[in-house]
């Protein structure tokens, strides 16, 4: 465990540390090149598997409803993960994975574990419902707990909390829900095609009310739960190992049962899916959402409270901590560098304000014991990329800081002041092209 010095050193003193060399296997190109291949495989592969349950027109049906609620869903996670934004590499995997590599794991299992319980108990339906009760949440949620495993292991440095955890669990539930809405409404279409039912009382409507109208969020709302456990796991000490491993697991096992529950509602009677998901699902969705919101919350207000220490020791101006851990005034800073700059600008000063918040969280896992063997050198890596932007960066957070901090009270001095509280005016004496010079007013940078 590094040791984390009272204040980084100045900018012009010299950083120690080197990187270590990757092996084999951690370089970029084995890693992109065996991903895409699998993902490339296993989508032409879901596919086929979707075309042929479904029909070319049933596929491009579904395939044109269920695409509906993906950009929604995604500009939410996205909207999540604006404090830290992640690069957008680590969403796409996760779609990709949840889309393709998931939704054919869960495919292939599911059919072959309901087959086999058909066959050992000579009772179909039977295997059916045990299939979608029991199998099924199992197969789906491991399926698509291995796309945040991996980003955990592979993208540490992008993984560094609980809205981590959630964002990249959310699209990747989102992607597998989106493939799976493709099989669902283009099945349904084809029931519709050979019944002749057409309009609202169609079986295609019936599915896309419940699954695309009423609980979009369901899939996502299950592999948070397994993202929140990877996300307390990394802010998690790297000593204490069983916690590491026993949270998400944790969440694994709750995103079991709730996804159980949710596909059992159909059992439950008549009224069973309402009640479910009216006493149950509503609650739990409300619940998660408030802990999000929470948590991004806290996450600024960790910003404000550790990068001062990075003012005392000359790397940011002192107006720039609270401009960080305020969301409005990080957009009135890219709106300034974008009047001022153009597009180039407005992306140095997103990167700015990306960096500075990585190093805001970076510092405040190491004062609290749980930062990593390389916090020194990274700790100078996202100062170095913080010192190539300051040019542009600074002017457009000052002057974010200045439109946004709330007037600060001045109370009356027991001396007189000229001007203020009644006093007459001072003589005006000459400044710049000959106008008075006026003292500028007082601000409080740190006050939110």
């Not at 699209?171 to 099989?183: D, P, Q, S, Y």
């Not at 100062?383 to 439109?403: F, S, T």
């Amino acid at each position: 465990m590094a040791t984390v010095p009272p204040y980084p050193p100045h900018p012009g003193a010299p950083s120690g540390g080197a990187l270590r060399h990757a092996h084999w296997w951690q370089r970029k190109w084995v890693r992109y090149g065996a991903l895409s291949t699998l993902l490339a495989l296993s989508g032409l592969v879901i596919l086929a598997l979707v075309r042929e349950q479904t029909g070319t027109e049933g596929f491009l049906v579904g395939l044109g409803l269920a695409v509906l609620p993906v950009p929604l869903l995604t500009a939410v996670f996205r909207w999540l993960d604006r404090v830290e934004p992640g690069p957008w590499r680590n969403l796409l995997f996760a779609f990709a994975w949840g889309a393709c590599a998931a939704a054919l794991i869960a495919i292939v299992a599911n059919s072959f574990a309901t087959r086999w319980i058909a066959t050992a108990t000579a009772d179909p339906s039977s295997a059916d419902t045990l299939g979608a009760t029991v199998i099924a949440p199992i197969v789906e949620e491991s399926a698509k707990a291995a796309a945040v495993l991996l980003v955990f292991l592979f993208r540490r440095r992008d993984f560094t909390g609980i809205v981590d955890g959630v964002v990249i669990a959310g699209v990747t539930a989102t992607g597998f829900a989106f493939t799976e809405n493709i099989l669902y409404l283009g099945t349904a279409f084809g029931t519709d095609q050979l019944t002749g039912d057409r309009g609202i009382a169609s079986v295609t409507a019936a599915t896309f009310f419940v699954r695309i109208i009423m609980s979009p969020f369901a899939h996502p709302l299950f592999t948070v739960l397994t993202g929140i456990g990877f996300g307390i796991s990394a802010l998690s000490a790297e000593r204490q190992h069983v916690r590491r491993v026993l949270l998400p697991l944790s969440g694994l096992l709750l995103a079991m049962g709730m996804h159980a529950i949710w596909n059992a509602s159909s059992t439950f009677g008549e009224y069973g899916f309402i009640a479910v998901y009216a006493a149950f699902m509503v609650p739990a969705f409300g619940l998660l959402t408030w802990l999000v919101i929470w948590t991004r919350q806290r996450e600024l207000r960790t910003v404000r409270e550790e990068l001062p220490a990075y003012t005392v020791a000359g790397w940011l101006t002192p107006a720039e901590p609270y401009a960080l851990g305020s969301m409005r005034a990080r957009r009135m800073a890219r709106e300034y560098a974008h009047r001022r700059g153009g597009r180039p600008a407005a992306r140095a000063v997103a990167q700015y304000e990306a960096y500075a918040t990585s190093l805001a969280f970076l510092r405040h896992r190491g004062r609290r014991g749980r930062a990593g063997a390389d916090f020194v050198v990274r700790e100078q890596e996202l100062l170095q990329e913080l010192w190539r932007r300051r040019d542009v960066a600074r002017p457009a957070l000052d002057h974010a800081a200045r439109a946004t901090a709330p007037p600060v009270a001045v109370a009356a001095p027991p001396w007189p002041v000229y001007g203020v509280y009644g006093y007459p005016a001072a003589p005006a004496y000459p400044g710049h092209l000959g106008q008075a010079v006026v003292p500028y007013p007082a601000y409080n940078p740190y006050r939110s």
